[in-house]
């Protein structure tokens, strides 16, 4: 079984998505990438290193990747020369942070490029826990991707992309809504150069998230905890990675592709995936009524072949019970393609609320220390959908 199909198996699923789409659209989005230059930035993570592969099969002429992980960026290399192996294009990585000085001297060295690809984000709810990690989180998920989308337009690129999330659909955390509001920071860079962007549900055991901790777990001998109460859409890494590359190469400015519902796409309870991840490495998942008891039982039900889980009902700051891709507000373009569809509407971006955003966050920052409170009445002032209930429940107070 490969890869690919094994994940389908975990997140309930037999058959892929898009694969109407690629037989369709295929021999255009080889031709599209064939020849092309591309910078892909924070490209060492699950779905951008996902994307590097795709590019790099359908030999681009040069591949530079950005990431500030130099050993994700060793694991890409090794990934693709263990599988693709080599092309006649010029294919690097650069371990660099996208707001540095030293990304610049890099991009005006190696560049210019036709797609300039943006990858990088702070995606975890649990980083909005503190004012600090939260700034960090508005540095990267918006004003990065700004700057680098002004990058893309004042050098000529054909197109800049950055994948956004579903939970920038009514959102419901701070890590949604800084997403909505790079949404809308793109729509102003929109004037300058072509922009497209992508919505989609998690990644199946991507990088950080709670399915990949599960591997951690087992390796370490320790118990499995998720929520059963909490139903998310999942894709694998590879149809990630085709849903960016069939809006880096088909997408209109300002449109927003995102994965249709059907029966290959269903909410799936964290739960239920725990249990069948825990059935492909050969072991039974065993419900502990408490963490204790879980951390307890390992040994003993390790023998077994069995495997201490505790589930549990989520009540922390920013958990959506269910994901969305789009909102009533915006407009759907539901006939391009088979498994794909398209937001087509300008998002309405407010240039004087923009501006005031980028204001006030400097203004706290000069401050040279803040509170969580300004940040959490600004996000409400700038998405007048978003109203952040604060539980003072976060994630990392669980197991």
């Given at each position: 079984m ?8 975990i ?9 109407q789409?690629l ?5 255009r ?58 092309i006649?294009g ?10 540095d ?41 918006i ?6 989308a002004?990058?893309a337009?004042?050098?000529?690129a ?9 939970k ?18 793109l ?38 905890a ?26 209109e400015?300002r ?12 909410l ?26 879980a ?74 220390t ?11 002032r ?12 976060y ?5």
């Open positions: 490969s890869h690919h199909q094994g994940l389908l198996s997140i309930g699923r037999e058959q892929g998505l898009f694969e789409d037989a369709t659209y295929g021999d989005l080889d031709e599209a990438v064939r020849g092309g230059r591309f910078l892909v930035i924070g490209g060492a993570g699950s779905i951008g290193s996902a994307v590097v592969k795709q590019v790099f099969i359908r030999n681009p002429a040069v591949l530079h990747v950005v990431d500030i992980s130099e050993n994700n960026l060793a694991e890409v290399v090794r990934d693709i020369r263990s599988s693709a192996g080599y006649d010029d294919f690097r990585t650069f371990a660099l942070d996208c707001g000085p030293t990304f610049d001297a890099m991009t005006a060295a190696c560049g210019p490029y036709d797609y300039v690809l943006n990858f990088s984000a702070l995606k975890h709810v649990r980083s909005e826990s503190d004012p600090y990690t939260l700034m960090r989180m508005i540095d990267v998920n004003f990065n991707t700004d700057r680098t002004r990058y337009a004042e050098t000529g054909k197109k800049y992309f950055c994948v956004s999330t579903d920038a659909s009514n959102p419901v955390n701070m890590m949604g809504a800084s997403k909505r509001i790079m949404e809308l920071f729509m102003r860079r929109a004037e300058d150069v072509t922009v497209s962007s992508a919505r989609f549900a998690n990644v199946a055991f991507s990088d950080g998230s709670l399915p990949f901790a599960w591997t951690q777990r087992i390796r370490k001998r320790q118990p499995l998720a929520p059963n109460d909490v139903r998310r859409y999942f894709v694998t890494d590879t149809e990630g990675a085709i849903l960016c590359l069939m809006s880096i190469c088909f997408g400015n449109e927003i592709f995102f994965p249709r519902l059907s029966d290959k796409l269903h799936t309870k964290f739960s239920e995936i725990a249990v069948r991840y825990l059935e492909s490495v050969g072991y039974e998942a065993v419900a502990c009524d408490s963490e204790d008891e951390r307890a039982r390992v040994d003993e039900l390790a023998a077994q072949k069995k495997w201490p889980c505790f589930f549990f009902e989520s009540d922390t700051t920013g958990e959506k019970d269910f994901e969305e891709f789009y909102t009533d507000a915006e407009s759907v373009d539901w006939e391009r393609f088979k498994d794909l569809g398209i937001v087509t509407c300008d998002l309405g971006w407010d240039a004087d609320a923009l501006a005031h955003f980028e204001r006030t966050i400097a203004e706290l920052k000069a401050a040279g803040w509170d969580k409170a300004p940040i959490v009445e600004l996000f409400n700038t998405l007048s959908n978003f109203d952040h209930l604060e539980t003072g429940k994630l990392d107070q669980k197991m």
